[in-house]
């Protein structure tokens, strides 16, 4: 992989061992997959935040790379933490627990990586440009930035994005490049599609029917799509596709560049109310556990929430996430105060995903096709997908 003097220099430790090693890992990665050079990068979110998933190894990295005096290099952001990071006491979170993520907070910190913990960091400041080259980590933020925004992401995991904050740059491969953002299948939408979790279970049916070959699919037949349906769609479509980009004529910004491929598949009402079954195998009542904003919330969804808990009570344990800055307007607006005089939780920083909860439930009620996957898969709960009735 063909380097500049700067970059050069960053691989023989000129700017610090931390930096190094930042650069050892892409050019790596450049390597493997067939980079011909490094490209500069003008944002970064970085995944593996919660203790829940880093573990005591994960720490220890981070903890190196900061001592060693990685510092960031462009606006970086960061992927939910297992916990509200001032309220974690109120979600229940163990004192020793919130002792390692609290460690996990202060690494980054002092890599000058914004300690904002979302997953749509493009909600809250970090928010690239059409045709931005950016490095991003959490899989439904890495679709929303290349489909909905135009930007130019690679799906990185959390070393390879830290290792773009501290450098800079990232190696020029994947969806960085014109020829891999040219769609490979239409899929022609024939079902109605008007609620947020109509997206949820579109993401899907067109996701696992191109979990296979990973082809960007052109989707004909949805007219409008509103931020959150994006936002929705992004988050299924990332998790049962594996996908991280694709087109929609008239709403997404590249389709008018690109040509309907000849291959194609359609989904049908049919196909829609399968994928939003297959989304619940628990009752009612055997829900324990209530969560909303996957991915977190915008304040539009918050007082949406809010107008419908006014004067009513909760009766299970009930997380709305989202980030710390919609948590503050929402908390302004007044919305946070509702929330809470109805028994639920405002649980910014953190998601139903990542905070350390297995074992504490049995089954989770969820809007969104993305929780209810991990909830099974990573949890072990029962679902319910809470989706609108016709
Ligand atoms: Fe975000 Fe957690 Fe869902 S990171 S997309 S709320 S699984």
Not at 22 to 33: F, K
Request: charged share 20%; proline share 4%; aromatic share 6%.
């Amino acid at each position: 992989m063909k380097m500049s003097d700067e970059e050069r220099a960053m691989l023989e430790g000129a700017r610090g061992r931390a930096t190094q090693k930042a650069m050892q890992i892409l050019a790596a990665l450049g390597t493997i997959y067939g980079a011909e050079s490094l490209i500069p990068v003008t944002s970064v979110q970085v995944a593996g935040v919660s203790y829940d998933n880093l573990g005591e190894a994960g720490l220890a990295f981070l903890a190196e790379i900061a001592d060693g005096g990685g510092k960031s290099q462009v606006l970086a952001t960061l992927n939910p933490a297992g916990m509200d990071i001032e309220s974690w006491q109120a979600l229940g979170i163990p004192p020793d627990f919130a002792e390692k993520q609290l460690r996990v907070i202060d690494a980054f910190s002092r890599m000058g990586v914004q300690t904002t913990c979302t997953c749509t960091p493009y909600l809250v400041g970090n928010l690239p440009a059409f045709g931005e080259h950016i490095a991003w980590s959490e899989s439904s933020a890495v679709c929303y930035a290349n489909a909905v925004l135009g930007a130019r992401s690679n799906r990185e995991g959390g070393p390879s994005a830290l290792a773009a904050a501290l450098t800079g740059r990232t190696p020029d491969y994947g969806l960085h490049r014109d020829e891999n953002r040219q769609p490979g299948l239409t899929v022609a939408v024939k079902a109605r599609m008007s609620e947020n979790t109509d997206f949820g279970s579109l993401g899907k049916a067109i996701g696992e029917k191109i979990q296979a070959t990973k082809a960007v699919p052109y989707i004909t037949g949805i007219d409008t799509a509103s931020l959150e349906q994006l936002k929705t769609f992004c988050a299924s479509l990332a998790t049962y596709g594996g996908a991280a980009l694709f087109h929609i004529p008239g709403i997404t910004p590249e389709a008018g560049t690109c040509k309907a491929p000849a291959e194609s598949l359609t989904i049908t009402q049919a196909d829609l109310d399968i994928a939003t079954r297959s989304l619940s195998d628990a009752s009612e009542d055997e829900v324990d556990f209530v969560s909303l904003g996957c991915p977190h919330l915008t304040l539009a969804e918050v007082a949406r929430i809010a107008a419908l808990l006014e004067g009513k009570r909760v009766t299970r344990e009930f997380w709305i996430t989202t980030s710390r800055p919609v948590k503050q307007m929402a908390d302004q607006l007044g919305y946070s105060r509702i929330i809470t005089a109805a028994g639920a939780k405002i649980a910014a920083d953190t998601c139903c995903v990542v905070a350390p909860i297995q074992g504490r439930f049995t089954a989770l009620a969820a809007d969104s096709a993305k929780a209810c996957y991990y909830a099974a898969g990573k949890n072990n709960f029962k679902t319910l997908f809470l989706h609108s009735t016709r």
